[in-house]
């Protein structure tokens, strides 16, 4: 993390995203401080070729930020009618096919998704704001770890838009739909105890502790044996999809095959 991240030789370091990885620990970085880290497409494929570097060895994934915020969000560079240089405008893209503009918006999500993967547990350290996808890329990790000066605001509603880069699913799912819809269309602040309250963030910490509680938080995660960890995880994110009795027969199924693998018995 903060110290050692430093030290190693990057895997991966363009456009404004750093991947360093130390045996079972992957850090992705995003490394514009003096732009509050906000995003662009650029960014985005930077963040989908980092999930596609990762080692087999990797188990936890850590997601930070340089500076004082985690990502302000979008480049506001995005809604002018230049747009980013390379990059078809947000007005170029309203112009295209309805294909074009789906697949386009596909690829923007791509970065969003990888961090749910069930042989990986990801882990956001999240400090000052996380705004729109600043905030969309946090719920994209299976677990959030926040500063206690965290503002998260989800700002694409207030803008004429909609959250679209993968944030609906986990914001629902963590707060409740009334609560995430509250929170788009007014587009407010959620401080840390809040987000601690609602489910929203594991835990709050001070600023200083941050880097040191996700790095405990990472130890603890790797104490457990890997494939415990994947079919636990696999196991819960199933859950919500499925009837009562259809969990408690994923249950015995999970458990069926710790128990041969545990025993040496294959299927």
Not at 17 to 42: F, G, Y
Not at 52 to 75: I, N, T
Not at 118 to 124: P, R
Not at 149 to 154: E, G, L, S, T, Y
Request: charged residues 25%.
């Amino acid at each position: 993390m903060a110290s050692s991240d430093q030290d190693l030789v990057p895997v991966l370091d363009k456009d404004g995203v750093r991947l360093t990885v130390d045996d079972a620990i992957a850090t992705v970085t995003l490394t514009n401080p003096d732009k509050r880290n906000a995003q662009s497409p650029a960014l985005w494929r930077a963040l989908t070729e980092a999930g596609r570097q990762l080692p087999g060895s990797v188990r936890v994934v850590v997601l930070r930020a340089e500076g004082k915020s985690f990502s302000a969000g979008l480049d506001r560079q995005a809604f002018t009618p230049e747009g980013f240089d390379g990059e078809p405008s947000f007005v170029d893209l309203a112009r295209g096919a309805d294909a074009e503009l789906d697949a386009t918006i596909a690829e923007y999500q791509e970065a969003f998704t990888w961090w749910r993967r069930s042989d990986i547990v990801s882990v956001a350290a999240v400090q000052g704001y996380a705004i729109g996808a600043g905030f969309q890329l946090a719920l994209a990790c299976d677990l959030r770890v926040v500063a206690d000066d965290v503002q998260f605001a989800m700002r694409e509603t207030s803008l004429g838009l909609v959250p679209d880069l993968t944030g609906t699913h986990p914001l629902v799912g963590l707060v409740g739909y009334a609560r995430a819809l509250e929170i788009c269309v007014t587009g407010r602040f959620v401080t840390a105890e809040e987000a601690v309250n609602t489910g929203l963030a594991n835990v709050a910490v001070p600023v200083g502790q941050l880097d040191d509680t996700v790095r405990d938080l990472a130890a603890a995660v790797l104490a457990a044996p890997r494939d415990a960890v994947v079919e636990t995880k696999a196991l819960l994110r199933g859950a919500q999809d499925r009837t009562y009795e259809e969990q408690r027969a994923a249950e015995r199924q999970s458990q069926a095959r710790r128990l041969r693998d545990l025993a040496g018995v294959g299927d």
